[in-house]
């Protein structure tokens, strides 16, 4: 659901390539009352990744039918590298139009659509017309430029969609699943791994397995029916919501998200997991997906730091204010991908989960997941945040204190290239550079100390509740320790954020 103005690419040609946009989609408006239908965006205007997200509709519910194959056991093994699995799926996506609507695109990435309708209407599948030329009927066509990282899928319905229309569109689809890698090289997306797949789409890798507004502007609830070989299991967001079922050698995994989710944070993991059900003191269910796999000292570690989820989940409520979500958990795969990420409910660790991650990605929960970042460029607040919650979580444990992580910061040279970052707005291949975390961070410390601890902590819970469910941007988050702190804040975001050198005072 969107619940702010955003601003959309209505250009003909971004990045080099045109678009197909109809004559008179950049005229003014039309008389009042009188529908002027025009594309939806092929962006949700985001100048980092402009393909990313789409216009002119919100999306409200996926539900995602995916039947997947893991790749088949070799002698000598597939190199991991060349690993490829096959996908076949049903996309329900219920939408609601926010323009008169001639056409609109949902990002869908290395699959082939095979059928599709709009409100129970098939459309035909035609090739991408030239920029400005008319299609006949029902139609959609998709666009797979990779050396671009354009990947749009467009759908012209008929009859067209007025403003505030209920829509709904089925896409069936399907297609090989590969190890898709983001603009800086590291996988993303349906990572196809030898006993399943890791799914982790930050920023914008969801497209490569569900077609799907791939912005954190146009949150939406999901429900997942996810078919596996039977053994392996199918790990999503949120909760079961009913008993897998098994037939004819195929085991069907049921869950349901019903919190507004970003599409980067959506996950559906696949595996040889064991299943560890238990709760919080105050009845949060939390199910961790284990890989039985895992090395001996990767489980001993995983365990510990599993161990003390609930303990971090009371410790972060007392900071940031009342869990977000219905649910929690981990799942830890003895596959990788070089990284973790905090997908809802749910967060992904390759090869083990250790205890400061663990409260790392926690912590995301509360910020980059319950408030996202509006744009790209503020990275920085999911892991500033979250980095500033594991130094907080490290000195309640009677570790480093918030204190000597910050000095360890300002401990590096004032000519390292570590303070070359703007660390709000690091650029699209800078999103998870160390600056955006510990200079993030250290940013949130220095804050605390100026503002002291109780307009400090005040401002992190109203940042929480101001935007839950949303997502916010630099500007609103000095806007929000202004109005606790009473004080301009100006100079010190300034400072912290934009000056790409070390601060010395504040
Ligand atoms: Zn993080």
Do not use: C
Request: hydrophobic share 40%; glycine share 10%; aromatic share 10%.
């Amino acid at each position: 659901m969107n619940a702010r103005t955003r601003i959309l690419v209505t250009g003909v040609l971004v990045g080099g390539v045109a678009l197909a946009l109809p004559a008179g989609a950049l005229a003014g408006p039309g008389q009042p009352g009188v529908p002027r239908f025009t594309s939806g965006s092929s962006g949700a205007g985001d100048d980092y990744f402009p393909f990313a997200g789409n216009g002119g509709y919100d999306v409200g519910h996926y539900d995602l039918d995916i039947t997947y194959t893991p790749p088949p056991v070799t002698v000598p093994p597939t190199p991991t590298a060349e690993l490829r699995g096959q996908m076949e799926a049903v996309a329900t996506i219920d939408l609601v139009a926010t323009q008169d609507l001639d056409r609109f695109n949902l990002d869908l990435r290395g699959m082939d659509v095979s059928a599709l309708t709009v409100n129970g209407k098939s459309a035909s599948e035609v090739p991408p017309p030239a920029p400005g030329a008319e299609v006949d009927g029902a139609a959609y066509w998709q666009v797979q430029d990779d050396a671009a990282r354009i990947w749009e899928l467009t759908i012209q319905p008929r009859p067209k969609l007025k403003a505030g229309d209920s829509v709904q569109v089925i896409v069936t689809y399907g297609g090989e699943t590969i190890r898709p890698t983001d603009i800086e090289g590291f996988l993303y997306g349906w990572v196809t791994m030898r006993d399943g797949a890791m799914v982790v789409g930050e920023p914008e890798g969801t497209m490569t397995w569900y077609p799907v507004s791939d912005h954190q502007t146009d949150k939406a609830t999901y429900t997942f029916e996810i078919t596996v070989p039977e053994g392996k299991v199918a790990v999503a967001n949120g909760l079961p919501s009913r008993d897998p079922v098994t037939a004819g050698g195929w085991t069907t995994w049921y869950w349901e998200a019903p919190d507004q989710q970003a599409s980067y944070l959506t996950t559906a993991s696949v595996g040889d997991f064991d299943l560890r059900t238990s709760e919080t003191s105050t009845g949060l269910p939390i199910i961790d997906a284990v890989d039985r796999k895992l090395t001996a000292a990767n489980l001993a570690t995983t365990n510990a730091s599993l161990a003390l989820q609930a303990d971090m989940i009371a410790f972060f409520e007392d900071t940031f204010g009342d869990y977000p979500f219905n649910s929690y958990g981990s799942i830890v795969d003895n596959d990788s991908v070089g990284y973790a990420l905090e997908t809802q409910t749910r967060p992904v660790y390759s090869s083990r989960a250790s205890e400061g991650t663990v409260a790392h990605e926690l912590a995301h929960q509360w910020l980059g997941n319950a408030v996202s970042p509006e744009r790209w460029q503020d990275i920085w607040l999911n892991e500033g945040w979250a980095s500033y919650a594991q130094w907080m979580w490290s000195e309640h444990r009677g570790g480093t204190t918030a204190q000597e992580a910050f000095d360890d910061v300002m401990s590096i040279p004032e000519d390292d290239e570590f303070w070359d970052v703007v660390v709000a707005d690091p650029g699209p291949t800078g999103l998870f550079v160390d600056p955006v975390y510990d200079r993030g961070a250290a940013t949130l410390h220095a804050l605390r100390v100026k503002i002291d601890d109780t307009d400090f902590f005040a401002g992190a819970q109203e940042w929480v509740s101001r935007y839950n469910d949303s997502t916010a941007t630099t500007e609103d988050l000095q806007a929000v320790f202004e109005d606790v702190s009473g004080q301009d804040l100006d100079a010190f975001f300034d400072i912290w954020l934009r000056d790409p050198v070390k601060p010395t005072t504040w």
